[in-house]
């Protein structure tokens, strides 16, 4: 079977772990410092279940409630990572802001999405439980987890499970 290219945009509000966990995903490390502003766009091979996809990774630069929803990031997107940090009430509020644009903007009841809660080794700061975000998963029949980008294992396991809820919605896997 030849590779399957498929593009994810990595959002969330600034200084959740887009960044890190994008570069810890491709790159096996840990970044304590990463321009925020960037914007990049990594690509990284991925094998799921036999097949091999080419996975583009958009590193968005980072979103607030008040932000216009940029286009570029719903053309010819397949899948949403959304993080915000387990630290960060209102990186928990600009998920769900962002997740209504980005069904606005797609003009879809439902997008492949996982939702990240970052930031995990940082819990005597944590002030969103695994439970709000499980709900709020829940609610858009989403995918949620919990990680911190400082391990590479929970992180790629990230963009598996996006790959798979692609392949749901384009109905070649049956949902659980
Ligand atoms: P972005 O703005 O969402 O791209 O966030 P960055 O990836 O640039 O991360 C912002 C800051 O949080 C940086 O100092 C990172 O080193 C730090 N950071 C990111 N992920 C984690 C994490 O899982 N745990 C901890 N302790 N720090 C993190
Ligand atoms: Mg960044």
């Known amino acids: ?96 802001v962002l997740y209504d644009k980005i069904l606005d903007m797609m003009g879809k009841v439902t997008v492949p999405v996982v939702l990240v809660g970052n930031k995990t080794d940082l819990h005597m700061e944590r002030v969103v439980t695994a439970e709000q975000g499980k709900r709020l998963a829940e609610t858009w029949k989403a995918v949620f987890l919990e990680t911190t980008a400082k391990q590479h294992e929970a992180v790629s396991d990230i963009f598996t499970k996006v790959i798979l809820e692609m392949e749901k919605a384009d109905g070649n896997i049956s949902p659980e």
């Open 1 to 96: 079977m030849p590779p399957k290219n498929r593009k994810v945009a990595v959002m969330g509000y600034r200084s959740v772990g887009k960044s890190s966990l994008c570069i810890q995903f491709v790159d096996r490390q840990f970044v304590d410092s990463y321009d925020p502003t960037i914007e990049n766009t990594f690509t990284k091979k991925i094998k799921v279940r036999g097949q091999e996809y080419g996975l583009e990774l958009v590193d968005t630069a980072g979103q607030d409630e008040y932000s216009i929803f940029p286009p570029q990031y719903s053309m010819d997107t397949h899948g949403y990572v959304l993080v915000y940090s387990i630290t960060s009430e209102k990186s928990f509020e600009v998920v769900q």
